[in-house]
């Protein structure tokens, strides 16, 4: 475990795309954030934090080769802290249209399905929040708060899950959160400026609560 001013962040490296800019934002913010696929370093971490960019399909079957399912799962059962990142976020539901064949983690019910045709695939863009129900992580966001998407394809889960949508040809989901232990969001935190420091610096908040309850 890092010194308790700067709380270890395990961000889960299976070696797809740029996870260092999920590592890079968690940094900014205070944490002591490490792009790790070691199960010690993991299973040590006060949080976790699993990002994501590309294929559905091929994001999973790089997660099993790396030998990271168990430890995701394992992590998230935990009641640690643990955030879902864009295609990270897709990961953690039953499965996805874009890979059928290929299963996911199954954290939350529910698969994703391509975004409605009408605008162009993938929504590139800045889009506000929706927000429907209070979540700890999008405190002080107010009611304009902008983030950044990149993605082809939105989960479609029950609404209970669902904390925030975007407006992108219809209401998409674009954040859940799980008993407030679990989080996901469609968009990208470390690349929507000011308003994703905010939600980063809400989520080092959560580690930090975390972190007090356990040492009692």
């Given at each position: 475990?890092?010194?308790?001013?700067?709380?270890?962040?395990?961000?889960?490296?299976?070696?797809?795309?740029?996870?260092?800019?999920?590592?890079?934002?968690?940094?900014?913010?205070?944490?002591?954030?490490?792009?790790?696929?070691?199960?010690?370093?993991?299973?040590?971490?006060?949080?976790?934090?699993?990002?994501?960019?590309?294929?559905?399909?091929?994001?999973?079957?790089?997660?099993?080769?790396?030998?990271?399912?168990?430890?995701?799962?394992?992590?998230?059962?935990?009641?640690?802290?643990?955030?879902?990142?864009?295609?990270?976020?897709?990961?953690?539901?039953?499965?996805?249209?874009?890979?059928?064949?290929?299963?996911?983690?199954?954290?939350?019910?529910?698969?994703?399905?391509?975004?409605?045709?009408?605008?162009?695939?993938?929504?590139?863009?800045w889009n506000r929040l929706d927000v429907l129900r209070p979540?700890?992580?999008?405190?002080?966001?107010?009611?304009?708060?902008?983030?950044?998407?990149?993605?082809?394809?939105?989960?479609?889960?029950?609404?209970?899950?669902?904390?925030?949508?975007?407006?992108?040809?219809?209401?998409?989901?674009?954040?859940?959160?799980?008993?407030?232990?679990?989080?996901?969001?469609?968009?990208?935190?470390?690349?929507?400026?000011?308003?994703g420091r905010q939600f980063a610096t809400n989520f080092m908040?959560?580690?930090?609560?975390?972190?007090?309850?356990?040492?009692?």
């Amino acid at each position: 475990m890092s010194d308790r001013s700067r709380p270890l962040v395990a961000v889960l490296d299976y070696g797809i795309g740029n996870l260092r800019s999920a590592q890079k934002g968690f940094e900014r913010v205070g944490a002591d954030a490490r792009l790790t696929a070691d199960h010690g370093l993991i299973a040590d971490a006060a949080a976790v934090v699993l990002p994501g960019v590309g294929h559905f399909g091929t994001c999973m079957r790089e997660l099993r080769a790396a030998g990271l399912e168990d430890a995701t799962l394992s992590a998230v059962a935990s009641g640690r802290p643990f955030l879902g990142i864009c295609v990270g976020m897709q990961m953690l539901f039953e499965g996805s249209a874009e890979a059928p064949e290929v299963s996911g983690l199954g954290v939350f019910p529910g698969r994703s399905v391509m975004i409605p045709a009408g605008l162009p695939r993938p929504q590139m863009q800045w889009n506000r929040l929706d927000v429907l129900r209070p979540s700890a992580l999008l405190a002080g966001l107010g009611d304009d708060a902008w983030m950044y998407f990149v993605h082809s394809f939105s989960a479609e889960t029950d609404d209970e899950f669902v904390v925030a949508t975007c407006d992108y040809v219809s209401d998409l989901t674009a954040m859940v959160d799980r008993d407030g232990t679990v989080w996901a969001t469609q968009f990208h935190p470390e690349k929507s400026g000011n308003r994703g420091r905010q939600f980063a610096t809400n989520f080092m908040a959560e580690v930090e609560r975390s972190l007090d309850n356990s040492r009692r």
